[in-house]
């Protein structure tokens, strides 16, 4: 019996379309999402899985007029000895210049021989032990840099791979980029809390699936008692403070399938998917424990602050149509509080009305 082998050249073939078809399934996971931190490890994750590298990291610049590129939280397996801010690529560095008008990989031996202007960047990324650079590209631009280690089973990374790779970036690159948009026409930029109309859109998601499951849904409502008299004693920047410190502990203290959101000038909320009251009176007792505990310094002044906090349920009756009828309970809940002397947390009941 004589076995016949396939072809080398029909088994590049095979490969190419195997790629393919990976990058089509990898385009429609990237681009089903707008959640940025999701898109960062999805990027890194296939990378991981498709290269077979056990380090991959990822730089991006953190807003639209930033000057540098920086190490992105949640990076795979390198082996970091200073903290992960320290480790950023300049925006003019010759390895960005390089990669604006070479849409290629790069490997650690290539930077050498094709740059050689002397580079900070690749000094830092050698000693962490990067092997592989590849842009990540949007709109013409390079707005990231994908940073690969060795190989788990040795030796370079081929032509298919890095060709792979390459084409994985532009789809990430297009992805985080419009995640970055979104990110931030939603989000409250002194806060970092979602936005009100953030908060308004959401909150009509979670009402319709409470309604139609039957879950259990609670909001919060929280009001910095007397900021007034933080702005007017130590001025706007200290007032400020107070507001990115109180924002700080709602994003610390919000459950996963929570959001805590800006309102509006000193009032936040928080929307908490499956919360009963009990729970979501427990919560909202917490954060008012951490916000009295806490001391808010400016300029080496020492600010207190206090807090309350008005909850309200979902009511499958009053609450399906409109956002308006919860979000006023829970208003008028905080305002028991701060008529019975502030710093409290309320459960709004009908002898609030």
Same mark, same amino acid.
């Given at each position: 019996?004589?076995?016949?082998?396939?072809?080398?050249?029909?088994?590049?073939?095979?490969?190419?379309?195997?790629?393919? *078809?990976?990058?089509?399934?990898?385009?429609? %996971?990237?681009?089903?999402?707008?959640?940025?931190?999701?898109?960062?490890?999805?990027?890194?994750?296939?990378?991981?899985?498709?290269?077979?590298?056990?380090?991959?990291?990822?730089?991006?610049?953190?807003?639209?007029?930033?000057?540098?590129? *920086?190490?992105?939280?949640?990076?795979?397996?390198? =082996?970091?000895?200073?903290?992960?801010?320290?480790?950023?690529?300049?925006?003019?560095?010759?390895?960005?210049?390089?990669?604006?008008?070479?849409?290629?990989?790069?490997?650690?031996?290539?930077?050498?021989?094709?740059?050689?202007?002397?580079?900070?960047?690749?000094?830092?990324?050698?000693?962490?032990?990067?092997?592989?650079?590849?842009?990540?590209?949007?709109?013409?631009?390079?707005?990231?840099?994908?940073?690969?280690? &060795?190989?788990?089973?040795?030796? @370079?990374?081929?032509?298919?791979?890095?060709?792979?790779?390459?084409?994985?970036?532009?789809?990430?690159?297009?992805?985080?980029?419009?995640?970055?948009?979104?990110?931030?026409?939603?989000?409250?930029?002194?806060?970092?809390?979602?936005?009100?109309?953030?908060?308004?859109?959401?909150?009509?998601?979670? *009402? =319709?699936?409470?309604?139609?499951?039957?879950?259990?849904?609670?909001?919060?409502?929280?009001?910095?008692?007397?900021?007034?008299?933080?702005?007017?004693?130590?001025?706007?920047?200290?007032? =400020? &403070?107070?507001?990115?410190?109180?924002?700080?502990?709602?994003?610390?203290?919000?459950?996963?399938?929570?959001?805590? %959101?800006?309102?509006?000038?000193?009032?936040?909320?928080?929307?908490?998917?499956?919360?009963?009251?009990?729970?979501?009176?427990?919560?909202?007792?917490?954060?008012?424990?951490?916000?009295?505990?806490?001391?808010?310094?400016? @300029?080496?002044?020492?600010?207190?602050?206090?807090?309350?906090?008005?909850?309200?349920?979902?009511?499958? @009756?009053? =609450?399906?149509?409109?956002?308006?009828?919860?979000?006023?309970?829970?208003?008028?809940?905080?305002?028991?509080?701060?008529?019975?002397? *502030?710093?409290?947390?309320?459960?709004?009941?009908?002898?609030?009305?």
């Amino acid at each position: 019996m004589v076995e016949y082998g396939i072809p080398d050249e029909i088994q590049n073939y095979e490969k190419k379309i195997y790629d393919q *078809r990976q990058l089509i399934e990898i385009s429609r %996971a990237l681009n089903s999402t707008l959640d940025y931190e999701y898109l960062i490890q999805a990027v890194l994750d296939i990378c991981l899985a498709q290269v077979q590298t056990l380090q991959a990291a990822l730089f991006l610049t953190p807003d639209m007029d930033a000057d540098e590129m *920086r190490l992105m939280h949640g990076y795979k397996g390198f =082996d970091l000895n200073q903290p992960e801010s320290s480790y950023t690529i300049l925006i003019d560095s010759p390895l960005v210049n390089f990669f604006e008008t070479n849409n290629k990989s790069l490997t650690v031996a290539e930077f050498t021989e094709k740059i050689n202007r002397p580079d900070p960047a690749f000094d830092m990324l050698r000693s962490i032990g990067v092997e592989l650079l590849v842009p990540l590209r949007a709109k013409g631009k390079v707005n990231g840099i994908i940073a690969l280690g &060795e190989k788990a089973v040795g030796g @370079e990374y081929n032509d298919s791979e890095r060709g792979f790779l390459v084409d994985l970036a532009s789809l990430g690159g297009i992805a985080v980029e419009n995640a970055r948009l979104y990110e931030r026409a939603t989000v409250d930029m002194m806060t970092g809390l979602k936005n009100n109309a953030y908060f308004q859109s959401r909150l009509k998601e979670e *009402r =319709d699936k409470a309604r139609k499951r039957g879950t259990p849904l609670a909001v919060m409502f929280t009001d910095v008692d007397k900021f007034k008299v933080f702005n007017d004693t130590y001025g706007h920047q200290a007032g =400020d &403070e107070v507001l990115k410190s109180v924002a700080r502990v709602l994003i610390e203290s919000a459950r996963k399938s929570d959001f805590a %959101a800006r309102y509006g000038g000193e009032e936040f909320c928080l929307v908490m998917p499956g919360a009963s009251a009990d729970v979501a009176v427990g919560m909202a007792e917490a954060v008012r424990q951490r916000i009295e505990a806490m001391t808010v310094i400016h @300029e080496g002044k020492e600010m207190k602050v206090t807090m309350s906090i008005g909850v309200a349920t979902f009511d499958p @009756e009053l =609450d399906a149509r409109s956002n308006k009828t919860m979000v006023e309970r829970a208003d008028k809940a905080l305002y028991a509080c701060k008529r019975n002397g *502030r710093n409290q947390v309320q459960l709004y009941r009908k002898e609030m009305e």
